[in-house]
């Protein structure tokens, strides 16, 4: 089992920026996928960003060139938000698979944070 824990969130105004936390516990491995979902009140979960154990990293359209997704060691990793828009509020959840393959569909990943609220004021 791995547990995940995110911290970070908040309420901002438009064009501020946020950094989203995540920190695993328990049979981790150093090749797992990792990333981040968000869920907006009425709307399914969407994959946001995710990391290969290579550490090959991909982007949704709504956020690339805006987001970054990072990891500092094997159980940390973090997700940069900056120029925020109203659009991303939503509740972020990272999420963690024993899986080599980097996939954005939620069914791939075993394991989720309990998820943390971001609110982007305009």
């Known amino acids: 089992q791995v547990q995940l824990v995110e911290s970070g969130g908040g309420l901002v105004q438009a064009g501020d920026s946020l950094r989203l936390s995540c920190a695993a516990s328990g049979r981790t491995s150093n090749r797992d996928s990792m990333g981040w979902f968000r869920q907006a009140p009425g709307k399914d979960r969407e994959f946001v960003a995710g990391m290969a154990w290579t550490g090959n990293t991909h982007y949704s359209s709504p956020v690339e060139g805006r987001f970054i997704i990072s990891k500092d060691n094997m159980n940390m990793m973090y997700l940069q938000m900056n120029s925020l828009k109203p659009e991303d509020t939503a509740v972020y959840y990272c999420?963690?698979?024993?899986?080599?393959?980097?996939?954005?569909?939620?069914?791939?990943?075993?394991?989720w944070g309990q998820g943390t609220q971001v609110t982007v004021s305009s």
């Open positions: 999420v963690r698979s024993p899986s080599s393959i980097l996939y954005t569909q939620p069914e791939r990943y075993r394991y």
